[in-house]
């Protein structure tokens, strides 16, 4: 299943430890774009890659920032355009609209965050990323170097001497 | 392309814990399986017991809202008691998955999938009630705050309203939730589950592919639905709990309605999470993931949620007494002793008395003790809530004092809002992986993977 | 004024009308070129006439919408009623709407067939003509034009006998005003002369000889002097009227003229200034009985009894004492009023009530003889039902060869008739009654009439060829024969008939003189064996107005029933004979028996079994087959002794009111005290200290008010209710039922705490007291802080500019919180969609929404009253005066209890009102800020000393 048209080379590696190994490697041979796939975010893997920090905690707060304010506008905008009095009330009593502001606050967070999780890691999508190999979601982990030609021979070895298991052409 | 995984193979199960990350996938994907007869049986008496609650909804729907016990002093019935009951049960979910992850508590893990899994249910099954309670529910919508022709919007300062607003933004969060939890085990699912139920999984799994990319986002969009989720279950309840003590009612106007509320909802919502493990626990055979530690853990949580509704219970009758007020006064004497005495002492000891049990550790660690307890505490749970509806019974006005009892309709409803939930809980134990493979595997020490493999 | 124009369009379009709701037609509601005299769309056209539901003959102004009338009311000129009126007069709308209306002619001879009018009058009068002047007329009450068509036709046909029948016809009273007074006239009273009434067993406050006229004259002299106007009720059982007295003396029914005489004795012993004939006289008609033998003889303490006359003697300068059920009690009391000079201030021979036109009992039993013996062949019987009423009366008529009733509704005796034919309700026809000397009252068509039945004039006009239009007779007979001569406008007859009353003029009083000669009373022993005791119910009067689903709905004051026929019992008894609320019994008199469901009344005495009369029905869908008719049990009297109970051990729910009788010293009807109140649980001392406030912004108050003043536009309509006027009456909510298009529910929906009603009594007992009863009329308090508007998450209720708490039913979703959260539990929620039994939806108010399942409603301080008045008010352009808007409910109390206005104009009677020590708010530690201020009852002292 995880076959795809884009040629390179894909390493199996059996456990966490050697494929963080692998990942420094082929990085200091200079390789920038590759795909490690992993049962779980290893934090060694995830050490040996050193991404920065994810961006969607900004997503996130502007999303809560957004529905804060939509909901204090919405629940203004609604005692105002009829000025109703209720159990003596002042019309504009925002005290019990925290509430909403809150629940408002919440939910558009959360959705933001959602949808950014998705809009980050490229998803949805139809087919699994270049590579991808259902043991990875077993207990394998992998690396995938898209190269042609002559690179191939250099990144397989590259790959088998830092304890691939298998290697695969694609 | 590989034959060294059999996906369906289930192998040796151990008794404690588990071997490495092949044997996870086995045993948990190994439950989605193919459905038996008896499996089908029981579903469809879920079905029928849903179809009971459609029928009684339609009768109310044509006849009026008469064909419940409502009635002029107590003018909410069983209805709004089981939409307090059911958002309760949903508690637990977002608790366990939500604080306990911020709080590390490892024991969550195990769980967390189908406690979650039951929020989602229990809000469902919550959200239908003050829906159908409604005298004209053909018009329900107008509590939506959708621009119209006449500017006519929800007044925003209704208990209902924030009701409105909490519940379902409860629902969406807790849903995501959920779903963002699932993604890569509905992958797992895809990989390695045969047929064409790999199709679904596929869709479902978004085309997940374990790469670094993924993992990077997920795990901070994770934490942040954790954080923004443990606001929102205590809002949640103290939101429901103001549909009663933002009124005037004796025995409602209470300023510790919100904090008991949601100790009782956590209270319900454990012990429901035990009725529903303890058989899944057996019948799925993962003795070795939810293990008696975990169970024991949560037994101890639920003497610590007892014991806060205990002084609930005893400090709003205390307060009830001091503030010397005739109403309030005669409000909790009739719950020690008088009209709603049974309610009320059913409630207390169900939910108070019953865990005390759970200081014993061999009760603890008894599954037979543990079930036992969850149904009794789900029965005081639901008496809490009866006990506060038919507190309207005698209010201020002696001359306006009336009697409530259930009638036929609202007991159909009641049971068959039982198996509407029941019916998702058994599709779901049946068709999705009921325990977090992914966490699982987090909880494995590498040592015990690398062992099989040794360094090259 | 083309009226014959008028009523030939109203009739047809009312029958239109009639169609359009439900029957398929093609035809407009109302034609609009040319439109019909006297209709407009949307403006109400008033009628005056007079109100036939009791001999009293109230004048009313009936309200016709569209060729419908939708609402009765007191004529404001009547000299009689005043404006107000009753429960029973409010609900006779739905005599004309009713759907037990006899629609056509029936002949039961040979196989019941309908006829047709020509068939049936010819019929009518070969039977009367074969009788050979064997004939005879027994009707209820009727006098002037309906009396004179009668007495025409029957003297037609060669008959003599026209007899009148009532089943409460005060044949005591008259008796005793013959012994004493040499006339059997029942004399007009004024009893707000009187500066101490002592009632024996007369409940004047609700059905005795004029209670309308009574509650005016009885509010009258206690706001002449609300602390020396005195009120001693003695009696078998508490009846409203007793609940509002100073001091309810229980004495065993059948007993009133020992307690009667006793009183006598008493006065007699405290030197009461007569002169020496009238002492002679009255202590002959003693006969030496003692005061204390007496006294024992009726079990009351004989303290309280010269207590009473002490104070009848002493205090009082015109004390008056009434009386009903016992000739022996009525001619004590004639002496009594006599010696004490009461009568002559308050009663006033010279213009005796119509009750005097009636036949006497022993006439009655003679017509019942020949009506057994046959020297009566042929009987029309109008507008009364003796079978029902008249025991002894079915056995007689089966003798009779030919029945024929005229009638407008099912009735027993419909049942039982040859012929039946159906004649119009008074409400539809032409007619005058003349409710005492001085006072004739016009009966007037208010509008079409609803069904083909006929008039009376027309059934009665010779046989063959078309009768003389009923309108045109009437006018032709005119003035004198009808009564109207010696009006000062007599001439003016559309002017009479435009004011619904003539006031011919009548003898100048005259001091009656003292005739009784060899009479003495003779005083028996004490009864030890239950007594049964059938009284004039409130709401159903003799039974004539029971078969009404309003009235069997209003519940009873102070047994707070609805829906049933009952038998009142004393716990204590209760107890003795183990019998428990809702057992079903067989009471048996030596007359007859009956079952009945047991009410356990604390207001009744223990030796006693009070029966309302008016159930016991085998006709009537609203009556039929529920309790039993007290006549039977006593054959017409008030009492009937050695009575037995034996349960039948069957059971019905009772379908009372009252989740509590008692309010547990929360003060929801609150009353100040002349003398030192009784000991009560120290709680109640949280409610006493607020003051009233009126909800007006002007009242703000920093220490207690959270949100700023809210300013009201141009009024602050409110109410203020007097507790110490409220004789629990239930006028208001009739009237309420009427105005507002309030639902019938029926007796399971109201054991299920779903009446409808928008406004009710409030009925609690207090311990330790006497009479110990306090009404309270709750409705909605349109308070300020509304706690039911902020719940609802639509703003279907909420305030408006001039103070109302407004809901609005289209905006209602149904989520019940605002009847929840509202202290008072006035909010009444459609838990089912009601509907009319057809024609009875004729009389929906237009004005009003007819509300839909699913919505809550309440009372709306008639709004739709409050816009008609603003609509008059911006034309004129003014404001709206005070007292210009009434609602139903106030309009038509007849103790004045209620009054309505606006607190924003500091000179209206109710700010005045509410300015007074009494006024306080139900609930007011809620600061919900009503709009009702209530008036506390005044608890008085009655100076008999405790006993």
């Given at each position: 299943m995880a076959t795809c048209d884009t040629p390179g080379v894909l390493a199996v590696f059996p456990h966490g430890g050697i494929c963080a190994d692998a990942v420094r490697a082929v990085k200091q041979a200079g390789r920038t774009k590759f795909h490690v796939y992993s049962p779980i975010a290893d934090h060694r893997v995830v050490a040996a890659i050193g991404q920065k920090v994810s961006p969607l905690g900004l997503i996130t707060l502007a999303g809560a920032l957004t529905g804060f304010l939509s909901a204090i506008g919405l629940t203004s905008y609604a005692a105002a355009s009829y000025k109703i009095v209720v159990m003596g009330k002042p019309f504009l009593s925002w005290i019990p609209w925290v509430v909403i502001d809150f629940e408002f606050t919440i939910l558009f967070g959360c959705l933001s965050n959602f949808i950014g999780m998705l809009a980050l890691s490229g998803l949805p999508r139809r087919r699994t990323t270049p590579g991808y190999d259902p043991r990875f979601s077993d207990d394998k982990y992998g690396i995938f170097v898209p190269c042609e030609g002559v690179e191939r021979e250099q990144v397989m070895s590259l790959l088998r001497e830092h304890g691939a298991a298998e290697v695969h052409e694609q | 392309?590989?034959?060294?995984?059999?996906?369906?193979?289930?192998?040796?199960?151990?008794?404690?814990?588990?071997?490495?990350?092949?044997?996870?996938?086995?045993?948990?994907?190994?439950?989605?399986?193919?459905?038996?007869?008896?499996?089908?049986?029981?579903?469809?008496?879920?079905?029928?017991?849903?179809?009971?609650?459609?029928?009684?909804?339609?009768?109310?729907?044509?006849?009026?809202?008469?064909?419940?016990?409502?009635?002029?002093?107590?003018?909410?019935?069983?209805?709004?008691?089981?939409?307090?009951?059911?958002?309760?049960?949903?508690?637990?979910?977002?608790?366990?998955?939500?604080?306990?992850?911020?709080?590390?508590?490892?024991?969550?893990?195990?769980?967390?999938?189908?406690?979650?899994?039951?929020?989602?249910?229990?809000?469902?099954?919550?959200?239908?009630?003050?829906?159908?309670?409604?005298?004209?529910?053909?018009?329900?919508?107008?509590?939506?705050?959708?621009?119209?022709?006449?500017?006519?919007?929800?007044?925003?300062?209704?208990?209902?309203?924030?009701?409105?607003?909490?519940?379902?933004?409860?629902?969406?969060?807790?849903?995501?939730?959920?779903?963002?939890?699932?993604?890569?085990?509905?992958?797992?699912?895809?990989?390695?589950?045969?047929?064409?139920?790999?199709?679904?999984?596929?869709?479902?799994?978004?085309?997940?592919?374990?790469?670094?990319?993924?993992?990077?986002?997920?795990?901070?969009?994770?934490?942040?639905?954790?954080?923004?989720?443990?606001?929102?279950?205590?809002?949640?309840?103290?939101?429901?709990?103001?549909?009663?003590?933002?009124?005037?009612?004796?025995?409602?106007?209470?300023?510790?309605?919100?904090?008991?509320?949601?100790?009782g909802a956590i209270h319900s919502g454990f012990a429901m999470v035990l009725v529903l493990l303890l058989p899944m626990r057996h019948f799925q055979k993962v003795k070795n993931i939810i293990t008696m530690d975990v169970l024991e853990k949560m037994a101890k949580f639920m003497i610590f949620t007892g014991l806060i509704l205990a002084y609930s219970y005893g400090f709003e009758i205390f307060v009830g007494m001091f503030s010397q007020n005739t109403f309030e006064m005669a409000a909790f004497l009739k719950r020690l002793s008088g009209f709603a005495a049974v309610s009320f002492w059913t409630t207390a000891l169900c939910n108070c008395l019953a865990p005390v049990i759970f200081f014993w550790k061999r009760a603890r660690r008894s599954v037979p003790w543990l079930f036992l307890v969850g149904v009794l505490v789900n029965i005081g749970m639901w008496y809490e809530r009866y006990l506060i509806i038919i507190t309207q019974r005698q209010t201020y006005v002696p001359f306006s004092w009336g009697d409530y009892f259930p009638s036929a309709n609202e007991i159909g409803l009641t049971v068959g809002a039982f198996c509407w939930f029941g019916m998702w809980v058994w599709l779901f134990m049946r068709f999705m992986p009921t325990i977090s493979i992914v966490d699982i595997k987090e909880e494995i020490p590498h040592a015990a993977t690398e062992a099989q493999h040794g360094h090259v | 004024m083309k009226r014959r124009d008028f009523l030939k369009i109203a009739g047809v379009s009312t029958a239109l009308t009639a169609a359009g709701c439900g029957f398929p037609t093609n035809q407009k509601l109302i034609p609009f070129l040319n439109p019909p005299e006297n209709i407009i769309p949307g403006i109400p056209t008033w009628y005056a006439t007079t109100c036939r539901q009791c001999p009293a003959g109230c004048g009313v102004w009936a309200?016709?919408?569209?060729?419908?009338?939708?609402?009765?009311?007191?004529?404001?000129?009547?000299?009689?009623?005043?404006?107000?009126?009753?429960?029973?007069?409010?609900?006779?709308?739905?005599?004309?709407?009713?759907?037990?209306?006899?629609?056509?002619?029936?002949?039961?001879?040979?196989?019941?067939?309908?006829?047709?009018?020509?068939?049936?009058?010819?019929?009518?009068?070969?039977?009367?003509?074969?009788?050979?002047?064997?004939?005879?007329?027994?009707?209820?009450?009727?006098?002037?034009?309906?009396?004179?068509?009668?007495?025409?036709?029957?003297?037609?046909?060669?008959?003599?006998?026209?007899?009148?029948?009532?089943?409460?016809?005060?044949?005591?009273?008259?008796?005793?005003?013959?012994?004493?007074?040499?006339?059997?006239?029942?004399?007009?009273?004024?009893?707000?002369?009187?500066?101490?009434?002592?009632?024996?067993?007369?409940?004047?406050?609700?059905?005795?000889?004029?209670?309308?006229?009574?509650?005016?004259?009885?509010?009258?002299?206690?706001?002449?002097?609300?602390?020396?106007?005195?009120?001693?009720?003695?009696?078998?059982?508490?009846?409203?009227?007793?609940?509002?007295?100073?001091?309810?003396?229980?004495?065993?029914?059948?007993?009133?003229?020992?307690?009667?005489?006793?009183?006598?004795?008493?006065?007699?012993?405290?030197?009461?200034?007569?002169s020496a004939d009238d002492l002679l006289c009255a202590r002959a008609a003693l006969g030496g009985a003692k005061t204390e033998d007496l006294a024992r003889r009726c079990g009351v303490d004989e303290q309280l009894i010269r207590a009473v006359a002490r104070r009848m003697v002493k205090e009082a300068s015109q004390p008056y004492v009434l009386t009903a059920g016992s000739a022996d009690a009525a001619i004590a009391a004639n002496l009594l009023n006599h010696l004490t000079g009461g009568v002559r201030a308050v009663a006033d021979f010279s213009r005796p009530l119509a009750y005097s036109r009636l036949a006497r009992r022993a006439e009655l039993e003679q017509f019942r003889k020949d009506l057994e013996s046959g020297a009566i062949q042929a009987l029309l019987v109008f507008r009364a039902n003796p079978i029902y009423a008249w025991p002894g009366f079915a056995e007689a008529i089966a003798k009779v060869p030919f029945l024929a009733v005229i009638d407008s509704v099912e009735t027993e005796t419909t049942a039982k008739a040859h012929l039946v034919l159906p004649v119009h309700t008074p409400y539809e026809t032409w007619g005058t009654y003349e409710p005492r000397r001085g006072v004739v009252g016009i009966i007037q068509p208010t509008m079409g009439a609803l069904h083909p039945a006929a008039h009376l004039q027309q059934i009665l006009a010779p046989a063959g060829g078309n009768p003389e239009p009923v309108e045109q007779h009437f006018a032709r007979l005119g003035g004198a024969p009808l009564g109207l001569a010696g009006d000062p406008h007599a001439g003016d007859f559309r002017g009479l008939v435009a004011r619904g009353f003539a006031t011919p003029a009548s003898g100048a009083a005259t001091a009656p003189e003292l005739k009784l000669t060899g009479y003495q009373f003779t005083a028996i022993a004490p009864r030890e064996s239950l007594t049964v005791h059938g009284y004039p119910s409130l709401r159903w009067y003799d039974g004539r107005d029971a078969n009404k689903n309003w009235l069997q709905e209003i519940p009873d004051p102070l047994t707070c029933m609805t829906w049933d026929g009952w038998v009142e019992m004393h716990p204590d008894t209760a107890a003795k004979l183990g019998v428990a609320q809702g057992d079903v019994v067989e009471v048996e008199t030596r007359h007859g028996k009956g079952e009945a469901a047991v009410f356990l009344y604390r207001g009744v005495h223990p030796q006693t079994l009070a029966i309302p009369m008016g159930m016991g029905r085998s006709a009537g869908r609203y009556t039929r087959g529920s309790g039993v008719n007290p006549l039977a049990l006593t054959r017409g009297r008030a009492s009937a002794g050695d009575a037995k109970v034996r349960l039948t051990g069957r059971k019905i729910r009772l379908a009372h009111t009252d989740g509590s009788s008692q309010q547990f010293g929360r003060e929801i009807a609150r009353a100040i005290y002349e003398v030192a109140p009784p000991e009560r649980p120290e709680t109640e001392a949280v409610h006493l200290k607020y003051p009233v406030r009126v909800p007006i912004a002007a009242n703000h108050d920093d220490k207690v008010d959270i949100y700023p003043p809210v300013e009201h536009s141009m009024y602050r309509w409110g109410m203020v209710v007097d507790l110490d006027k409220c004789s629990g009456c239930s006028a208001c909510a009739a009237a309420c039922y009427a105005e507002n298009n309030v639902a019938i529910v029926g007796k399971e929906r109201v054991l299920e705490n779903r009446i409808m009603h928008w406004i009710f009594i409030q009925r609690y007992f207090e311990d330790g007291e006497n009479p110990g009863v306090r009404f309270l009329p709750m409705l909605c308090q349109h308070c300020n802080n509304a706690p039911c508007e902020a719940v609802c998450p639509v703003y279907a209720p909420h305030h408006d500019s001039e103070g109302l708490n407004v809901q609005i039913y289209n905006r209602c979703i149904g989520t019940r919180y605002c009847g929840q959260n509202c202290p008072y539990k006035v909010r009444r929620f459609n838990f089912f969609k009601y509907t009319r039994t057809p024609p009875l939806n004729l009389q929906l108010n237009p004005d009003v929404t007819a509300r839909e399942m699913g919505v809550m409603e309440k009372c709306s301080f008639c709004v739709q009253r409050i816009k008609q008045a603003r609509q008059t008010a911006n034309v004129e352009e003014r404001e709206i005066r005070d007292g210009e808007v009434q609602p139903a409910c106030v309009q038509t109390c007849p103790t004045g209890a209620l009054s309505f206005g606006t607190f924003l104009d500091p000179a209206s009677k109710v700010s005045r009102l509410a300015k007074d020590p009494r006024a306080y708010q139900v609930l007011d530690e809620l600061n919900t800020r009503p709009g009702v201020i209530y008036l506390k009852k005044i608890v008085r002292d009655d100076k008999l000393g405790k006993a």
């Amino acid at each position: 299943m995880a076959t795809c048209d884009t040629p390179g080379v894909l390493a199996v590696f059996p456990h966490g430890g050697i494929c963080a190994d692998a990942v420094r490697a082929v990085k200091q041979a200079g390789r920038t774009k590759f795909h490690v796939y992993s049962p779980i975010a290893d934090h060694r893997v995830v050490a040996a890659i050193g991404q920065k920090v994810s961006p969607l905690g900004l997503i996130t707060l502007a999303g809560a920032l957004t529905g804060f304010l939509s909901a204090i506008g919405l629940t203004s905008y609604a005692a105002a355009s009829y000025k109703i009095v209720v159990m003596g009330k002042p019309f504009l009593s925002w005290i019990p609209w925290v509430v909403i502001d809150f629940e408002f606050t919440i939910l558009f967070g959360c959705l933001s965050n959602f949808i950014g999780m998705l809009a980050l890691s490229g998803l949805p999508r139809r087919r699994t990323t270049p590579g991808y190999d259902p043991r990875f979601s077993d207990d394998k982990y992998g690396i995938f170097v898209p190269c042609e030609g002559v690179e191939r021979e250099q990144v397989m070895s590259l790959l088998r001497e830092h304890g691939a298991a298998e290697v695969h052409e694609q | 392309m590989n034959e060294t995984l059999a996906p369906t193979a289930i192998g040796d199960i151990p008794e404690e814990g588990v071997r490495d990350f092949a044997s996870v996938n086995r045993q948990i994907l190994g439950n989605i399986k193919v459905t038996t007869r008896q499996w089908w049986i029981v579903l469809g008496i879920l079905i029928a017991g849903v179809g009971m609650f459609l029928s009684c909804e339609m009768n109310q729907f044509f006849h009026g809202i008469g064909v419940d016990g409502m009635n002029n002093p107590t003018f909410w019935g069983t209805m709004l008691v089981n939409f307090v009951f059911w958002v309760g049960i949903g508690h637990a979910g977002t608790l366990i998955s939500a604080i306990l992850y911020l709080f590390r508590a490892k024991f969550r893990t195990a769980i967390a999938r189908s406690a979650e899994a039951m929020t989602v249910f229990a809000v469902m099954t919550a959200g239908l009630f003050p829906v159908i309670h409604l005298g004209r529910v053909w018009v329900f919508y107008w509590l939506a705050p959708y621009p119209n022709q006449r500017e006519l919007w929800p007044n925003f300062i209704s208990p209902l309203m924030f009701d409105f607003v909490a519940i379902s933004t409860y629902f969406t969060v807790s849903l995501l939730f959920w779903f963002t939890g699932l993604i890569p085990d509905l992958a797992a699912a895809r990989d390695h589950v045969p047929g064409w139920r790999s199709k679904v999984y596929r869709v479902l799994s978004l085309g997940w592919s374990n790469n670094q990319r993924n993992w990077r986002h997920y795990a901070r969009s994770y934490l942040f639905f954790a954080a923004l989720a443990t606001p929102l279950v205590i809002s949640v309840h103290s939101v429901v709990s103001w549909d009663f003590a933002l009124s005037i009612v004796p025995g409602w106007h209470s300023t510790i309605y919100p904090p008991y509320f949601v100790a009782g909802a956590i209270h319900s919502g454990f012990a429901m999470v035990l009725v529903l493990l303890l058989p899944m626990r057996h019948f799925q055979k993962v003795k070795n993931i939810i293990t008696m530690d975990v169970l024991e853990k949560m037994a101890k949580f639920m003497i610590f949620t007892g014991l806060i509704l205990a002084y609930s219970y005893g400090f709003e009758i205390f307060v009830g007494m001091f503030s010397q007020n005739t109403f309030e006064m005669a409000a909790f004497l009739k719950r020690l002793s008088g009209f709603a005495a049974v309610s009320f002492w059913t409630t207390a000891l169900c939910n108070c008395l019953a865990p005390v049990i759970f200081f014993w550790k061999r009760a603890r660690r008894s599954v037979p003790w543990l079930f036992l307890v969850g149904v009794l505490v789900n029965i005081g749970m639901w008496y809490e809530r009866y006990l506060i509806i038919i507190t309207q019974r005698q209010t201020y006005v002696p001359f306006s004092w009336g009697d409530y009892f259930p009638s036929a309709n609202e007991i159909g409803l009641t049971v068959g809002a039982f198996c509407w939930f029941g019916m998702w809980v058994w599709l779901f134990m049946r068709f999705m992986p009921t325990i977090s493979i992914v966490d699982i595997k987090e909880e494995i020490p590498h040592a015990a993977t690398e062992a099989q493999h040794g360094h090259v | 004024m083309k009226r014959r124009d008028f009523l030939k369009i109203a009739g047809v379009s009312t029958a239109l009308t009639a169609a359009g709701c439900g029957f398929p037609t093609n035809q407009k509601l109302i034609p609009f070129l040319n439109p019909p005299e006297n209709i407009i769309p949307g403006i109400p056209t008033w009628y005056a006439t007079t109100c036939r539901q009791c001999p009293a003959g109230c004048g009313v102004w009936a309200k016709n919408r569209e060729a419908r009338i939708i609402k009765f009311e007191g004529a404001p000129e009547h000299p009689i009623n005043r404006g107000k009126l009753c429960a029973r007069g409010q609900a006779a709308l739905e005599d004309i709407y009713h759907p037990d209306r006899l629609i056509d002619p029936v002949s039961r001879s040979g196989g019941e067939s309908r006829l047709t009018w020509p068939q049936a009058r010819a019929m009518l009068h070969a039977q009367a003509a074969a009788a050979g002047g064997k004939v005879a007329v027994l009707s209820g009450l009727e006098t002037g034009y309906d009396a004179a068509l009668l007495n025409g036709w029957l003297g037609g046909c060669g008959g003599t006998r026209a007899t009148m029948f009532e089943p409460i016809s005060y044949d005591e009273l008259r008796e005793a005003n013959l012994a004493v007074y040499g006339t059997d006239d029942v004399p007009a009273l004024d009893l707000s002369r009187s500066d101490l009434l002592v009632s024996i067993g007369a409940d004047f406050l609700e059905t005795w000889l004029s209670p309308v006229e009574f509650s005016a004259q009885f509010t009258a002299a206690r706001e002449r002097d609300v602390r020396k106007t005195g009120f001693v009720y003695a009696g078998p059982r508490m009846s409203a009227t007793a609940a509002v007295a100073d001091r309810w003396l229980p004495i065993q029914a059948g007993a009133e003229a020992h307690f009667a005489f006793a009183l006598l004795a008493a006065a007699i012993d405290a030197g009461v200034s007569a002169s020496a004939d009238d002492l002679l006289c009255a202590r002959a008609a003693l006969g030496g009985a003692k005061t204390e033998d007496l006294a024992r003889r009726c079990g009351v303490d004989e303290q309280l009894i010269r207590a009473v006359a002490r104070r009848m003697v002493k205090e009082a300068s015109q004390p008056y004492v009434l009386t009903a059920g016992s000739a022996d009690a009525a001619i004590a009391a004639n002496l009594l009023n006599h010696l004490t000079g009461g009568v002559r201030a308050v009663a006033d021979f010279s213009r005796p009530l119509a009750y005097s036109r009636l036949a006497r009992r022993a006439e009655l039993e003679q017509f019942r003889k020949d009506l057994e013996s046959g020297a009566i062949q042929a009987l029309l019987v109008f507008r009364a039902n003796p079978i029902y009423a008249w025991p002894g009366f079915a056995e007689a008529i089966a003798k009779v060869p030919f029945l024929a009733v005229i009638d407008s509704v099912e009735t027993e005796t419909t049942a039982k008739a040859h012929l039946v034919l159906p004649v119009h309700t008074p409400y539809e026809t032409w007619g005058t009654y003349e409710p005492r000397r001085g006072v004739v009252g016009i009966i007037q068509p208010t509008m079409g009439a609803l069904h083909p039945a006929a008039h009376l004039q027309q059934i009665l006009a010779p046989a063959g060829g078309n009768p003389e239009p009923v309108e045109q007779h009437f006018a032709r007979l005119g003035g004198a024969p009808l009564g109207l001569a010696g009006d000062p406008h007599a001439g003016d007859f559309r002017g009479l008939v435009a004011r619904g009353f003539a006031t011919p003029a009548s003898g100048a009083a005259t001091a009656p003189e003292l005739k009784l000669t060899g009479y003495q009373f003779t005083a028996i022993a004490p009864r030890e064996s239950l007594t049964v005791h059938g009284y004039p119910s409130l709401r159903w009067y003799d039974g004539r107005d029971a078969n009404k689903n309003w009235l069997q709905e209003i519940p009873d004051p102070l047994t707070c029933m609805t829906w049933d026929g009952w038998v009142e019992m004393h716990p204590d008894t209760a107890a003795k004979l183990g019998v428990a609320q809702g057992d079903v019994v067989e009471v048996e008199t030596r007359h007859g028996k009956g079952e009945a469901a047991v009410f356990l009344y604390r207001g009744v005495h223990p030796q006693t079994l009070a029966i309302p009369m008016g159930m016991g029905r085998s006709a009537g869908r609203y009556t039929r087959g529920s309790g039993v008719n007290p006549l039977a049990l006593t054959r017409g009297r008030a009492s009937a002794g050695d009575a037995k109970v034996r349960l039948t051990g069957r059971k019905i729910r009772l379908a009372h009111t009252d989740g509590s009788s008692q309010q547990f010293g929360r003060e929801i009807a609150r009353a100040i005290y002349e003398v030192a109140p009784p000991e009560r649980p120290e709680t109640e001392a949280v409610h006493l200290k607020y003051p009233v406030r009126v909800p007006i912004a002007a009242n703000h108050d920093d220490k207690v008010d959270i949100y700023p003043p809210v300013e009201h536009s141009m009024y602050r309509w409110g109410m203020v209710v007097d507790l110490d006027k409220c004789s629990g009456c239930s006028a208001c909510a009739a009237a309420c039922y009427a105005e507002n298009n309030v639902a019938i529910v029926g007796k399971e929906r109201v054991l299920e705490n779903r009446i409808m009603h928008w406004i009710f009594i409030q009925r609690y007992f207090e311990d330790g007291e006497n009479p110990g009863v306090r009404f309270l009329p709750m409705l909605c308090q349109h308070c300020n802080n509304a706690p039911c508007e902020a719940v609802c998450p639509v703003y279907a209720p909420h305030h408006d500019s001039e103070g109302l708490n407004v809901q609005i039913y289209n905006r209602c979703i149904g989520t019940r919180y605002c009847g929840q959260n509202c202290p008072y539990k006035v909010r009444r929620f459609n838990f089912f969609k009601y509907t009319r039994t057809p024609p009875l939806n004729l009389q929906l108010n237009p004005d009003v929404t007819a509300r839909e399942m699913g919505v809550m409603e309440k009372c709306s301080f008639c709004v739709q009253r409050i816009k008609q008045a603003r609509q008059t008010a911006n034309v004129e352009e003014r404001e709206i005066r005070d007292g210009e808007v009434q609602p139903a409910c106030v309009q038509t109390c007849p103790t004045g209890a209620l009054s309505f206005g606006t607190f924003l104009d500091p000179a209206s009677k109710v700010s005045r009102l509410a300015k007074d020590p009494r006024a306080y708010q139900v609930l007011d530690e809620l600061n919900t800020r009503p709009g009702v201020i209530y008036l506390k009852k005044i608890v008085r002292d009655d100076k008999l000393g405790k006993a």
